[in-house]
C-alpha cells in the first residue's frame, strides 16, 4: 500500500528556515519520483519540486533561491527545506508520489495528508 | 508562468444533475511534441487532491465514467454527469507542459 507521511514543526518564525520531511512506504524512492505542493489556507495548490528517481532535482522558479529538496533513500525520506520565511509561505505542504504515465510525462498519484506550517511571530 | 483561470468559483447543483467546469489558460497548453498536458483534480473536503483526469480527457485509474473532460488549446472543460454525494468539493486543473507546472484557482461543486 503506497503511503506518504508528511512531518514538521507546525510553527516557524518569519526569515527562519522551514524543515520538513515526507516519509514513504509501499514503493522504492529510487523507482518513483516525489513532488512537493503547498496549499495557502482557501486557495489554489502551487506545484514547488520534485526529487527525481535518479538523485535529481527540479524546482519551481519562482521559489528555487529560497528551496533545496533531498533524500535519503535508507530511511524512504524525502525533505524540503526552505528559507527565508514570510507569513505567505502560511499553507499545508504535501508530498506525493510522481508515476511515469507515458514518455518524460508524469502524474501526482497519491499524495500524504499534508503538513499545515503556519509563519508567525 | 502560465495562468489557468477557472470558472465559475462556485457551482451549486442537484444530486443527479450534471455539471460543467471550465478552466481557461493564458497560453496554449500544446507541448512542442503535441500532447496537451492537462490535468484535473478534485480536492474533497478534509481531504488531499487526487487525481481524476490527464492528458485532457484520460481518466486515471478508478475513475468513474461521470468525469469526461474534453478541450484543446487554452480552453478545457471537465463535465461531471449525475453528480454523487462523493463528488462534492473543490476540482481544480492543472497544467504541466510549461515550466513551472501550475494550478487553477479551483471551482467548489456544493449542493443547491
Known amino acids: 500500500q503506497v503511503q506518504l507521511k508528511e512531518s514538521g514543526p507546525g510553527l516557524v518564525q518569519p526569515s527562519e528556515t522551514l524543515s520538513l520531511t515526507c516519509t514513504v512506504s509501499?514503493?522504492?524512492?529510487?523507482?518513483?519520483?516525489v513532488s512537493w505542493v503547498r496549499q495557502p489556507s482557501g486557495k489554489g495548490p502551487e506545484w514547488m519540486g520534485r526529487?527525481?528517481?535518479?538523485?535529481?532535482?527540479a524546482y519551481n522558479s519562482a521559489l528555487k533561491s529560497r528551496l533545496s529538496i533531498s533524500r535519503d533513500t535508507s530511511k524512504n525520506q524525502v525533505f524540503l527545506k526552505m528559507n527565508s520565511l514570510q507569513t505567505d509561505d502560511t499553507g499545508t505542504y504535501y508530498c506525493?508520489?510522481?508515476?511515469?504515465?507515458?514518455?518524460?510525462?508524469?502524474?501526482?498519484?497519491?499524495w500524504g495528508q499534508g503538513a499545515s506550517v503556519t509563519v508567525s511571530s | 508562468d502560465v495562468v489557468l483561470t477557472q470558472t465559475p468559483v462556485a457551482q451549486p447543483v442537484t444530486l443527479g444533475d450534471q455539471a460543467s467546469i471550465s478552466c481557461r489558460s493564458s497560453?496554449?497548453?500544446?507541448?512542442?511534441?503535441?500532447?496537451?498536458?492537462l490535468e484535473w483534480y478534485l480536492q474533497k473536503p478534509g481531504q488531499s487532491p487526487q487525481l481524476l483526469i490527464y492528458?485532457?480527457?484520460n481518466r486515471f485509474s478508478g475513475v468513474p465514467d461521470r468525469f469526461i473532460g474534453s478541450g484543446s488549446g487554452s480552453d478545457f472543460t471537465l463535465k461531471i454527469s449525475r453528480v454523487e454525494p462523493e463528488d462534492l468539493g473543490v476540482y481544480y486543473c492543472?497544467?504541466?507542459?510549461?515550466?513551472?507546472?501550475?494550478f487553477g484557482a479551483g471551482t467548489k461543486l456544493e449542493l443547491k
Open positions: 506525493t508520489r510522481d508515476v511515469l504515465l507515458q514518455w518524460d510525462y508524469y502524474v501526482m498519484d497519491a
Open positions: 497560453q496554449s497548453l500544446v507541448h512542442s511534441n503535441g500532447n496537451t498536458y
Open positions: 492528458k485532457v480527457s
Open positions: 492543472f497544467q504541466a507542459t510549461h515550466d513551472p507546472n501550475t
Open positions: 509501499g514503493f522504492s524512492l529510487t523507482s518513483y519520483s
Open positions: 526529487m527525481w528517481y535518479d538523485g535529481d532535482t
